[in-house]
């Protein structure tokens, strides 16, 4: 489920400029991921491409990032400590991966490396492709803080949690149209699983300004739309998460 949030994001932005969509990306998701039910963390990464043929690395971004003249000078990439599981979408931006045509990286930690979900910890985390090892970099809170607190960010803040709530609405819809009554268990997390059967039966649309909604019947029989976030679910499901 995890890998599905991040390939509707990035089928939405095509066409757009990673260079110029990667802290934005990360926060949509993480809005995203949190109406999910999963604690999302945007991390500044500084990423190793390593070709095992050559055994040449090339880095790209840093665990320092700044802003300048509007753009952001680093790179950023979703953790989610729940699943132990690291997600960028924009790492295709770099010539090292875009030749391996690999779209967003969406990988699942080995589980060996000292990690805590605590976010005043850095740590490092080996993606391993075809042809290539990614050794990813993760900043603490404090130097992302340097990334996510800029007024570029700030000004995008309602844009950011609306991209979220329709990327979270989209990925509910396509795994009750394909997941199985009964299957929903499966899924990573009882609010995702919940949302899953909730949503199964609703008839959906998508508004003029291209907001997904569900049609809930009220307690007088009169449908209304609802946003993913107000869909109904049983007594005892878990909120959705805030982020930040």
Known sequence: MTAVPAWFLALLTAGQVPAERCADD???????????????????????VADRATGLGQVFGTRQPCWRDGLLDGHTALWLPDVDQLVDTTAGQYPALAALHTGPVIAQ???????????????TATVALDTADLYYALAPLAATLAVLDHPVMAQEEAGHRRRGGNV??????LLADHLPPGRSRLLPHPRAAALVDAVRPLPRRQTAN???RFEVTGLDGTPAPCALADVPVPDGTLPALSWP
């Open 210 to 212: 291209g907001d997904w």
């Open 109 to 123: 930690l080995s589980g060996t490396e000292d990690r805590a979900a605590d976010a005043e910890r850095a740590f």
């Open 168 to 173: 979270a609405a989209l990925t509910v819809s």
């Open 26 to 48: 990360c926060v949509i998701l993480a809005h995203a991921y949190a109406q999910l039910g999963l604690a999302p963390q945007v991390r500044a990464a500084e990423l190793t």
